[in-house]
């Protein structure tokens, strides 16, 4: 068995869903040296998260924030923890909703996505900054 971690550092992107598969794929070439295995990819944040969705439409990815949005709204009176601005508490919520890290198969060389799932980074803050992510790979 063979493990490579790598950390990544991903570009401020703008409150929203962003797919981020290729930067992913092209920060560990090493996935091509691996007949079988899995990636795992974690973000070590608390107010933005990951996800595997539809990779072919756009309207996708502007769908889950508005919709996510009402799930999980701003300005709430019951939110204690206001004192980031009022898009960190519903920040931190959306971001346990949707999870900190998503687990994709390696088949010879490749991530073995469906034809239409990408990996999404979901930035939860207006102004959320540059973003860590670690990347493991394992498998033979």
Not at 7 to 21: M, S
Not at 77 to 102: R, W
Request: glycine letters at 8%.
């Amino acid at each position: 068995m063979k493990i490579i971690q790598k950390e990544i550092t991903l570009p401020a992107y703008k409150r929203g869903f962003h797919i981020i598969t290729e930067t992913i794929i092209k920060a560990v070439p090493e996935l091509k040296t691996f007949t079988v295995g899995q990636l795992q990819v974690f973000i070590k944040h608390t107010s933005a998260s990951l996800t595997i969705n539809e990779n072919a439409d756009p309207s996708v990815r502007t769908d889950f924030e508005s919709h996510i949005n009402v799930m999980v709204p701003e300005n709430q009176p019951y939110y204690v923890h206001t004192y980031e601005g009022s898009d960190d508490m519903p920040a931190h919520i959306k971001s346990s909703l949707m999870g900190a890290s998503v687990q994709i198969p390696i088949t010879n060389g490749r991530l073995n996505l469906g034809t239409w799932q990408g990996i999404y980074l979901c930035e939860h803050r207006d102004y959320g900054g540059a973003r860590t992510v670690v990347l493991t790979a394992f498998g033979a």
